[in-house]
């Protein structure tokens, strides 16, 4: 069974910086592709920032420049790391995973979301 546990979430003053991780732990061959997602209140939940098999990546344009994606394979963990954050990227953040499974099909997962809020 997979699992996927976020942290990183919080507080932080405009201008500030967060790095969210998601980690995946369980049976499964590899992850396949990723990406972040945001929901504000009151709002649609938006893609953020996604990485594809290959490593093409892509964002939003709210946070290009801002945000950076990344991945560390030894530890099965992708990031999102956010630099000069705005009260505007106020909102919970989900990480999506897609696995290659021990099956060798593809499985769709999804973090259970951390807060990041960005207020003075």
């Known amino acids: 069974q997979v699992q996927l546990v976020e942290s990183g979430g919080g507080l932080v003053q405009p201008g500030g910086s967060l790095r969210l991780s998601c980690a995946a732990s369980?049976?499964?061959?590899?992850?396949?592709?990723m990406a972040w997602y945001r929901q504000a209140p009151g709002k649609q939940c938006e893609l953020v920032a996604a990485?594809?098999?290959?490593?093409?990546?892509n964002y939003s344009d709210s946070v290009k420049g801002r945000f950076t994606i990344s991945r560390d394979n030894a530890k099965n963990t992708v990031y999102l790391q956010m630099n000069s954050l705005k009260p505007e990227d106020t909102a919970v953040y989900y990480c999506?995973?897609?696995?290659?499974?021990?099956?060798?099909?593809?499985?769709?997962?999804w973090g259970q979301g951390t807060q990041v809020t960005v207020s003075s």
């Open positions: 999506n995973l897609e696995l290659l499974e021990m099956t060798m099909r593809l499985g769709n997962y």
């Open positions: 990485m594809f098999e290959g490593g093409m990546t």
């Open positions: 369980g049976s499964f061959f590899r992850i396949n592709a």
